[in-house]
C-alpha cells in the first residue's frame, strides 16, 4: 500500500523541520547567527492516466487524468539573510556589520573563510583574531603600547599612542560580498566557506558599493525569532502527529484485507 511510503516521508519532512527548528532555538544567543529554514516539495507522480490523453472509451481527451503523488522530499534548507539587532557591548574590539558584507579569516590550511561574527581579540603577538584565534583580513597588528583603538565605519583601524597628538592608521577592514549568499558552506564556529553555488567573492571597503559599514562596540544578534519558531514547532509536531494516524489508518485497512483473506 503507496499511504504506508508516503506518510513515511511526510514524517521524515516533519522530522527534518523539527530538527532545523531545534538547530534556530539553540543558536538563539549565538553572534550573527542567520536562522535556517526547511522547504520542501512534492515527490514524482504516478501517471496512471497523463493529462491531455486519449480516452479509450469515448476518445475524448482527459481534461485532468490520473496523477498519484508518491510524498514529499526535503528540497533545501535556506539561510535568512536578514539583517540581526545591534547590542551594544562597550568593547572596542568588538564589530558589527551594519548591512551586507563578510569579514574574511585566514584558516590555518590557508584557505579563507567568512564570518559576520566581529567578537575579536587580540593574539599573543597583537594580531587582530577571532574568537578562536583565526587571523582577521590581511593581518592587522595592534602594539602593546597603544592606549586606545578605535575603528570607524569605513573600517580604518586607528591607534592612540602616547606622545602622539593624531591616532596612528594601523590598517583597514575590508568586507566581501558574494552573488549568492545561501550557497555559502557553514563550517561551524560561525565560519563559512565559498562554494560553486555562493559564486567568488567581491571585496571592498565598509561603505563602498552596497556594502554595510561597520559599528564599533556593537555585535549582530541572533535572528532566531523565539515565538515564530515555536509557533512552526507546534505545526511540525501536529503534521507528524497527522502522518502517523494515516499509518495507523493504512495499517487497519490492511489488517482488515488480511482477515477478509
Known amino acids: ?19 532545523t527548528i531545534s538547530n534556530n532555538i539553540a543558536n ?29 472509451t469515448s476518445g475524448t481527451v482527459l481534461p485532468t487524468g490520473v496523477q498519484l503523488g508518491l510524498g514529499v522530499r526535503t528540497q533545501a534548507i535556506h539561510m535568512s539573510e536578514e539583517q540581526g539587532s545591534l547590542e551594544q557591548t562597550g568593547s572596542q574590539l568588538d564589530v558589527a556589520i551594519e548591512g551586507r558584507g563578510w569579514f ?27 574568537s578562536d584565534g583565526f587571523q582577521i583580513d590581511n593581518g592587522i597588528t595592534i602594539p602593546n603600547d597603544a592606549r586606545a583603538v578605535s575603528i570607524s565605519p569605513d573600517g580604518q583601524v586607528s591607534g592612540t599612542f602616547a ?32 562554494t560553486a553555488a555562493s559564486g567568488d567573492p567581491v571585496q571592498d571597503d565598509p561603505g563602498e558599493d552596497n556594502f554595510g ?19 512552526d514547532l507546534i505545526e511540525a509536531q501536529r503534521g507528524y502527529e497527522m502522518n502517523s494516524k494515516i499509518v495507523t489508518a493504512a495499517d487497519q485497512m490492511l489488517g482488515a484485507t488480511v482477515q477478509i483473506r
Do not use: C, W
Open 163 to 194: 606622545g602622539e597628538a593624531e591616532p596612528r592608521v594601523l590598517g583597514n577592514l575590508t568586507l566581501s560580498m558574494f552573488p549568492n549568499e545561501k550557497g555559502l558552506e557553514a563550517l561551524g564556529s560561525n565560519l563559512f566557506a565559498q
Open 104 to 130: 574574511s579569516v585566514q584558516l590555518p590550511n590557508g584557505d579563507t573563510a567568512y564570518t559576520r561574527d566581529g567578537a575579536f581579540s587580540l593574539s599573543n603577538e597583537g594580531l587582530l583574531v577571532n
Open 28 to 56: 538563539m544567543s549565538t553572534t550573527a547567527y542567520k536562522a535556517r529554514r526547511a522547504e520542501f516539495a512534492d515527490l514524482h507522480y504516478q501517471q496512471a492516466e497523463a493529462p491531455g490523453s486519449i480516452s479509450s
Open 213 to 231: 559599514v561597520l559599528r564599533q562596540g556593537y555585535l549582530e544578534a541572533s535572528t532566531v525569532d523565539v515565538v515564530g519558531e515555536i509557533t
Open 1 to 19: 500500500m503507496r499511504a504506508l511510503q508516503i506518510a513515511a516521508t511526510g514524517m521524515e519532512a516533519q522530522q527534518t523541520r523539527v530538527e
